[in-house]
């Protein structure tokens, strides 16, 4: 059996990557959408052949619970709006998978937990890395420590942003700048190569446009994290500059990659050679895994709870930049 996906949100990424990606997934396919946008509506219905009564908007949402084609809602949305769809998901019945960052504060993110745990469906974060070879192996070091202890990890990520009228400049629906964003898969990347959760984060930002990145918008962010077995980590984010890597110190040598956070192709190495893995559709992988874990009622490999993890991070990073002082976690 394929599960169900709904699409809410039909943007960018739900346009150019997941729609695409659930052509080619064994796990589960597009079988409806959320949309405010009835010129949308028509084009997606015409594309994936998509019955009328599996097309809604953000005012009628809630008639999913009585809809049995759909299994699964994929919220696709600006940041702030995660929370409220994640939840209105799962109290209609629905599995949830919610983009990355998973919602703007630790608070909200408590909340969409609960009521998935409430309403006993699964909840899932975008975080499609974990579903994709390159970072597994990351992951595969830090536990088997074949180059040894990890001592030092370096990992950013920024772009030029260029869509300067994009909800990505507005506070209330981003909840951050560039952290909230890109940084975020540099955060996450530190936690996955170290295999550790961090003990505490001191932080830095630059502003040098404060007419286009208003208060709570940074601009450039720097960060540094301890880790309990005393290696530490140091990141840059911005909407400045392109730039895209994870750098790894360990006892024994070094792993570099480069681009290590795009769609793909992902591209490294390590002080024993060229990292020779296969380039894969990070998103294909991903609805797979998750669907895949949800019809064999299993826990999927990124839950709620490492979605959790990141916001208490982002929280206190963002709270270290603004006092200049170190914050324990
Ligand atoms: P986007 O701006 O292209 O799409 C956002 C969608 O939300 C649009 O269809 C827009 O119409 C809709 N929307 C509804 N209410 C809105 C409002 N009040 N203001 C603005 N838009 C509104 O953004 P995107 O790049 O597709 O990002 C959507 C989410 O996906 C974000 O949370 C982002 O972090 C995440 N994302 C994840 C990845 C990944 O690789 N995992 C990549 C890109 C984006």
């Not at 409430?118 to 990351?138: K, M, S």
């Not at 909230?180 to 996450?188: E, K």
Request: aromatic share 10%; proline share 6%; charged share 25%.
């Amino acid at each position: 059996k394929k599960l169900g996906v709904a699409l809410v949100g039909l943007g960018y990424y739900a346009t150019y990557q997941l729609a695409p990606a659930l052509e080619k997934t064994a796990n589960c396919r597009l079988v409806g959408i959320v949309t405010g946008t009835p010129s949308k509506a028509e084009t997606w219905k015409k594309k994936y052949n998509l019955p009328d009564k599996n097309i809604y908007n953000y005012q009628n949402f809630d008639q999913i619970a009585d809809n049995p084609d759909i299994d699964v809602v994929y919220v696709v949305l600006p940041n702030s709006m995660h929370h409220e769809f994640t939840i209105r998901a799962a109290k209609a019945g629905k599995h949830v998978i919610c983009e990355k960052p998973m919602a703007v504060s630790v608070k909200e993110a408590e909340e969409m937990i609960a009521a998935c745990k409430a309403a006993n469906v699964q909840l899932a974060i975008g975080y499609r890395l974990h579903y994709e070879p390159f970072t597994n192996e990351v992951m595969r070091l830090a536990k088997d420590k074949d180059l040894g202890k990890v001592t030092f990890v370096e990992a950013s990520f920024g772009f030029p942003l260029r869509d300067l009228k994009a909800w990505r400049l507005n506070p209330k629906l981003s909840g951050g700048g560039p952290m909230m964003d890109v940084g975020i898969y540099a955060l996450n990347a530190a936690r996955y190569a170290t295999g550790e959760e961090p003990i505490s984060v001191t932080a830095q930002t630059v502003k040098t446009r404060p007419d286009i990145y208003l208060p709570g918008i940074e601009e450039t962010l720097f960060w540094q994290m301890k880790f309990p077995s005393g290696a530490v980590s140091n990141h840059t984010t911005t909407y400045n500059s392109g730039l895209q890597r994870l750098y790894v110190g360990y006892e024994n040598g070094n792993l570099e990659m480069a681009p290590a956070y795009d769609y793909g192709p992902l591209k490294g190495k390590t002080s024993k050679g060229p990292m020779d893995l296969p380039i894969v559709y990070h998103q294909v992988l991903e609805l797979d895994g998750i669907c895949g874990s949800i019809l064999e009622n299993k826990p999927n490999i990124t839950p709620g709870e490492e979605g959790l993890r990141d916001m208490k991070l982002i929280e206190a990073i963002f709270k270290a930049a603004k006092t200049g002082k170190e914050v324990k976690v």
